[in-house]
């Protein structure tokens, strides 16, 4: 998967708190625009709603930190 997809989504995701409800409810639908394979779209699947809660109170760099633990969960 592209680094650049991983970072939109996940930015997305920590900024926009109805695609982030549309990503757990659904995320085949909430991923259409990504054009990603559904392997792709299963690895996102994995992610917890409350794990981008948390984050999105964060300050910037635990934003960072969180964004690549996320980024080597989706990549692998």
Do not use: C, H, Q, W
Not at 45 to 68: H, T
């Amino acid at each position: 998967m592209l680094t650049k997809t991983i970072e939109a989504v996940l930015s997305r995701a920590m900024s926009d708190k109805s695609f982030a409800d549309a990503l757990f409810a659904n995320a085949e639908k909430a991923l259409a625009d990504y054009n990603l394979t559904a392997e792709e779209i299963a690895k996102f699947k994995g992610l917890f709603s409350m794990d981008f809660e948390v984050i999105a109170a964060a300050a910037p760099e635990e934003r960072s930190s969180f964004a690549n633990i996320v980024r080597t969960r989706i990549d692998n």
